[in-house]
C-alpha cells in the first residue's frame, strides 16, 4: 500500500502517524519527494482500512497495491483449483482445472415427475451436476417460495436415480440441519454479503458456489470468498450470474469478462448462469457458448420440461431437447479449448 | 395488468390461456384489436409473475398497471404513516407525518467514553436518535467486526444517560435476543434482499429502518418492506443511503429523487444516510440540507469526536461541533418545509 | 403501442383524445375494461412520442408493442444483411450473413514504418481489413490528438501496399472531404447520438462502422443507425464495445449479450471491439473468442508493433504475434460455427 | 502523478524509463522501497496518459495526484467564478458567486404565441433567462427536430419583448452562423465530448452552458470545459442533469452530489436541469429545491404553458403556474442559503 500524504505536511506529524500505522504490524518506508512525502507500507496491509486512512488531515491519497484477499488469490495459490465433487457412487466430478462442471435442472423443484423428468434428461444430455431451488428468494413475499425441505427430499430422490451430485441454494444458515445430502451448497447473489452466513460456511465441509451479487465488484466478490475461506473452507466455486446496469434488454448484464479476470487474480474455478444472467431462454445457448470461450470451468443451466408452466422464472429455462443440442456444441467447444466436459 | 398477446394468436389458445390465468384469481377482460388480442387483468395481481407470462408462447409484452406491494401501498393507505417511538421516559419521538427524526451517533461503538461523550454531544445539537453499530457488515473478514454484545450494552448506557432511543444493525435473526432494548432495528443494505430475515422480522414488535440494496430500485424497497409488513409489523422506516453507479467521486451515488418517488408509491417515511452514500465527510452538510429540501422525513448521521481515529468508516464522519452547525441551518430548512424536528 | 388510460377517466374526453391521436396517422382500437380503458394504436406508430404521452393527464402508462425502428428492423428485413466491401483489387471482402469480418490495426497512426509494418503483419496473420486512428478524440485536450491528414495518407500507403480496406474514425462532418480513399467510416462512442453527424452520413455511399455509446441501450444503437439509413445509406456494421457500468476491473463491462440481442432486432451484421471494451491486452483473446462463440459477425481488434511505446492506448494493444496466434485459435471457433474468415 | 513499479524491476530498466519520462517535461523522484520502487512526478502530467503508463511492463500501478485539468481547476484559481450575461438592455444577469441563475422555457420553440406567453410569464415569476430549443437532437429521426432558425427568431423576438438573455442549443458549428443573437450556447449532454465541437467553442466568446453527459464523471465533465477553455473562452457554465443508472423511476438519476464534488474541484458555476434528470413534472419542484440546498448556482427548468400539447417533453414539463409557486419557495431557500436571485 503506497500512501501519498498532502504537500507541506509537517515532517514530525509524519513521523508520529508513521509509527500508529506501524502498531498496526506494518512496516512504513518513508520517502521524501520534492512536492509531497509517500509512505511505502510492507507487510500484511489486508486488516488496514483504506477508507479509514483517508479520514486522516495528513492523507492526500491512497493506493493499494497488493490485493486485500490472501487465501483466495492466485499470487499465493498459483495453480488452478480442481474441486472434486464425489457422487452418490463414490466417483469424483470435477469442476475446475480443465474439467467443465455443468450443472442443469429446473429453476424451483414442483413435483417429483418434474424433477425426476428433468434429472433423467439432462443427464442423458451430459450434465454432471442437477441443480433445482428447494428455498427459493422471490423478490414479493406473494410469489411461490418454493416447496422446502419437501423440495430437498425429491432432489435426492432424484440424485439416488441418475447419480448426479445435487447443487442448492441455502437461504439462512439454519437449513443446513437439512443440506446433509446436498452436495454443493449454492449462495445466491442477493446473500453475496450476508457476512454472517458466509462466517457459518466458513465451518461447513461442503463445496460453497458462491454467486455474484448484482452490483458486486470482481474484488467484492473475492472477498465473500475470501470470508468463507477464513473459517476454512476453501471448497468455492465462483459464479457470475450477471450484473444490474442501465441497460434492460436482458434481465441483468453477463459480464463475461470478469472470467479472465477471477481467473486471473484467483485460483477458484468460475463457472456462468447464463439464464439468470439473461433472464431470455433464446439467449442461453450463446451465452453459453461465449463463456465458455471466455475460459469458464462451467456453466449451470436452467432447464424445465414445460417452461410455459414452470413456477418460477420459466422465460429463462431451456427445454431438455434445447440442452441436448447445446451440450453437443459445447463439446466441441470444450475439444478446442482442450478441456474435459 | 394488461397482457399483449401476439398477433395471429389463435383464439381458442387464447381462452384457454384465459381460463388458466384466471385460476390464479383474476379476471380476464379480453379485448380484440385488430393486430393482436389484450388481456386486462381486474383483481389482486400482486401474485401473478410478469416473468413467468413472459415464457409462455402466446403472450408479446407485460405492462403492470397497478405495482405488487399491497401494505407499503399509498393507494391504499393515502396519509403519511407517523411512527412513534417512545424513549426510556415513554414519551414519544416522531418520525414522518411532519415530523423530522434525526439519528446521530458513530459508525461504530468503540469505548465507553466514545459513545457517551457523542451522544451527550448529538443530544445536546438537537438529534432525536442515537446511532451506533455493534455488529459490523465489513467487506473484509480481517477488518474490524464491531463490539458486539459489549457494544450492545454501551449503547444501553448511552441512552440511559442520554434517554435518546438508539438504533443499531441486527446482521443475522439470532441476534433479536439480546436486542431488547433497542428502540429501532436497521436492516442494512447488503441485507435488503435477505427474505429469511426480512420474514422474521414481521414477526417483530420493534421499528424497522431497512436500507435500501446498493442496486436496489425504488420498487423492490418496497417489496423488501412489504415482506415484513405482510407479518405483521407495519412500522417500517425506508432509507435512502446511495446506489452504486458508474461514478466514484463518491462511495456511492445518493438518488435523493428516490424520496418524491418512495412517498408517492408509499406511505411509509423516508430517510436519508447522507455519510453512507457519499462517503466523505465534507459532503454530508450539503446533502442532509438537499435531503430536507427534497422532503424526506429524517437524517441518520455519522458523528465521530475524533474522525482520524474511529475503527470504521472515519473518513464520512463529521465532528459534533459539525454537526451542531448542521443542526442550526437543518431547523431552518425545516421552518421553510412547515415541519418539526 | 398500447395505452392504459386512468382509471375513471371520462368517456368524452377519451373519445377526443383518441381523435388527437389519430390525426398522427395511426387507428385507436379502444377497448372499456371493467377498470380501465385501453387504446389499441394501430400503423405507424414509430413518430408517436411515449413521453409525449405520458405528459397527459388521461394517460396512465404506455407499452410500445412495435420496435420504433423500421429500416434497422429485422421485422421487414429478416435475412441478414452481408455487406460487401471492395479492397483496391475490386473484389470484395464480407462483412456479416456468415461471413467474419477482422478489422485490426493500431490505435493511432503514427509514423510510416509503424503502419506499415503491423499492416503487414496483420494481414499475414489473415486480418481483412486494416484500421487507424488520424482523428483522435481523446479525453484531455492535452493529450496526443493524431496525425490527421498526415495520418489518412499514411493509411492509403498501407492500403496500397497491402490491398486491406482501411477503416477510419471521422468526428466532424467536414472531414468527408478528405475520406476519398476510407473504404469503411467508424462513427465513434462518444458520437453515436451526434445526430447531425448522422444525418450527413445518411447521404454518404460509404459502409459506416456505428460504434455503442458507453451509456446506449440496444434500442438508442438501433435508433442511430436509423438516423444514417433513413437518409439512404443501409450499409451499417454495428459494433459492441463495452457499456459503462460500475464495475471498474476493466475498462468498460463488454456487454456480449448485445450480440444476440442486435441479431434478434435486427439484419444488420455486429462486430466487437475486444480492445476498448477491456482496455487490458491480456484479456483480448478470451473476449474475442467469446464475441464469435455469442455470433459476432466480426472483431476489431488493436494491434501495436510497441505497445509500450503507443502514443494512444497501449495497454491495450496486442503485439502481431499475440494477433497471429488469436487468428489460429479463431478459425477453429468460426470451424465450430460454419462461418468463413 | 506517484508510478508503483514492478516488484524486482531491474535498477537500469528503471532508470531508463525514468530517463524517457523525463523527456515529456516532468522530474522524476525515485524513491527505492523494500518491495517496490516508487516514482514520484514533479511538473506538469496532464499531457502524461496514465493507461498509456500501464502499457509498460515494468510498471505495476499509477495514482494520479494532480488533476489532469488545469483551467478549469479550482487549485489555480481559488474563488468562484461569477459569469456576467449583458441582458438587451446592457445591464448583467449574474450567475454563480452568490447569484442563483434562474432559467426557464419550454423545451422547443413550437409558436410564436407560446414562447412569447412563457416567456412573459416565466419572466413576471422571476426567472433570470428563458430557454427554448430550435434544433432538438432526438433519439428518433422520426420525431419533431424543432422549428430551426424559425425558431431561433421567435427566441430573439421573446428575448426583444422581455429583456431575458436567451438560451439554446448549438448542434453543430456551422450553427453558430445564426446564434449572433443567442446570449448563452447551450452543448447537450449527447455531445458533451463532440471534441470538435468543444475546440470550436473555445474560439468563441459567449459563455457556454455545458451539460454533462449520460455517462460522464466528474472529472470527465470538467476534461469536456477544459477543452473548451484551452482555446481561451472560459465562460463555462457546468450543468448536471442526471446520469445514467439502473434505476428506471426517473428518467435519470439526478446526482447532486455533483454540485458539491465539482465546485471543490472548480471554480466554475454549476447549475441544475431537474426537469431532464427526472423527466416528470411532478417530481421538479422537489429537486430544484434540493439543488439549491446542494449548493447550486442555478437552474434550468421547463415551463410549458399546455403541457399535454407539448411537441416533446411535456412528461417533464411544469406550467407557469406551478414555476411562480416554485420561484416564491427558492427565494426562501436563497435567503437561507445567503443567495441573490
Not at 512536492?35 to 491512497?62: C, M, N, P, R, Y
Not at 451430459?126 to 432432489?155: H, I, M, N, V
Not at 477458484?268 to 457458448?289: F, N, R
Request: net charge negative; aromatic share 4%.
Amino acid at each position: 500500500m503506497i500512501i501519498a500524504m498532502k504537500p507541506g505536511a509537517d515532517m514530525d506529524e509524519l513521523h508520529h502517524f508513521a509509527k500508529s500505522l506501524e502498531k498496526q504490524g506494518v512496516k512504513i518506508h518513508l520517502s521524501e519527494g520534492i512536492s509531497q512525502t509517500v509512505f511505502g507500507l510492507v507487510g500484511d496491509t489486508s486488516g488496514i482500512d483504506e477508507e479509514g486512512l483517508l479520514a486522516h488531515h495528513l492523507v492526500d491519497k491512497v493506493m493499494r497495491v497488493q490485493e486485500p484477499y490472501k487465501r483466495a488469490n492466485r499470487l499465493f495459490h498459483p495453480h488452478d483449483t480442481r474441486l472434486a465433487v464425489p457422487g452418490p457412487d463414490g466417483a469424483a466430478r470435477y469442476i475446475g482445472g480443465g474439467h467443465l462442471g455443468i450443472i442443469a435442472g429446473p429453476c424451483s423443484v414442483e413435483t417429483r415427475e418434474q424433477i425426476l423428468g428433468i434429472a433423467g434428461a439432462v443427464k442423458e444430455a451430459g450434465a454432471g451436476f442437477l441443480r433445482g431451488g428447494a428455498f427459493k428468494p422471490r423478490t414479493s413475499p406473494y410469489s411461490f417460495q418454493g416447496l422446502g425441505c419437501e423440495g430437498l427430499d425429491l432432489l435426492l430422490d432424484a440424485k439416488k436415480e441418475t447419480g448426479l451430485p445435487i447443487v442448492t441454494e441455502l437461504m439462512a444458515i439454519h437449513q443446513l440441519e437439512v443440506f446433509d445430502g446436498v452436495d454443493i451448497i449454492q449462495v445466491g447473489a442477493r446473500n453475496m454479503q450476508n457476512f454472517t452466513l458466509l462466517k457459518e460456511l466458513g465451518h461447513c465441509r461442503k463445496p460453497i458456489l458462491l454467486k455474484r451479487g448484482l452490483a458486486a465488484t470482481v474484488t467484492e466478490l473475492l472477498m465473500a470468498a475470501e470470508y468463507i475461506m477464513a473459517g476454512g473452507n476453501e471448497q468455492i466455486i465462483l459464479c457470475e450470474r450477471g450484473i444490474r446496469t442501465f441497460d434492460n434488454y436482458t434481465r441483468n448484464t453477463l459480464d463475461l469478462s470478469a472470467i479472465p479476470a477471477l481467473k486471473k487474480q484467483s485460483h477458484l474455478p468460475v463457472i456462468v448462469d447464463p439464464s439468470h444472467a439473461t433472464g431470455l431462454a433464446w439467449m442461453v445457448p450463446a451465452m453459453a457458448k461465449a463463456a465458455i470461450a471466455a475460459g469458464a470451468d462451467g456453466l449451470i443451466i436452467e432447464v424445465h420440461n414445460n417452461p410455459e408452466a414452470a413456477l418460477c422464472d420459466g422465460e429463462q429455462s431451456i427445454t431438455p431437447a434445447a440442452f441436448g443440442s447445446l451440450m453437443d456444441i459445447l463439446r466441441k467447444y470444450a475439444a478446442v479449448e482442450g478441456k474435459a466436459v
